[in-house]
């Protein structure tokens, strides 16, 4: 079982950076591949970008190329996501999530451990 809690979100003017961290219970959090998905008001979630679980590979959607890096640390079983240039439009809350196996997924159907989210609220 792994338990995911976000933090670091919070209100940034366009142009900005923010930097989420999320932190799992449970050393297998390591053997997962983690991501993080966002989710704008009344929309389906959306993935942002995910990392294997060695932290070598990662995959972004074309909206935050560039600008976003998701990374991990296992030793302290710790994923993040910084966030540079943000835009209104990345205005959302964001939530990490982790799945068995060695393949970064784009379904959200595909994750089996979530954290409960935080909030990106960018101003113009």
């Known amino acids: 079982q792994v338990q995911l809690v976000e933090s670091g979100g919070g209100l940034v003017q366009a142009g900005g950076s923010l930097r989420l961290s999320c932190v799992a219970s449970?050393?297998?959090?390591?053997?997962?591949?983690a991501a993080w998905f966002r989710q704008f008001p009344g929309k389906e979630r959306e993935f942002v970008g995910g990392?294997?679980?060695?932290?070598?590979?990662?995959y972004y959607t074309d909206s935050v190329k560039g600008r976003f890096t998701v990374s991990r640390d296992n030793t302290k079983t710790t994923l993040y996501l910084q966030m540079n240039n943000l835009k209104p439009e990345d205005t959302a809350v964001y939530s990490c999530?982790?799945?068995?196996?060695?393949?970064?997924?784009?379904?959200?159907?595909?994750?089996?451990?979530w954290g409960q989210g935080t909030q990106v609220t960018v101003s113009s």
């Open positions: 999530a982790a799945r068995p196996g060695a393949q970064i997924v784009a379904s959200s159907d595909a994750y089996n451990y």
């Open positions: 449970g050393r297998v959090f390591n053997t997962n591949t």
């Open positions: 990392v294997s679980w060695v932290g070598t590979t990662t």
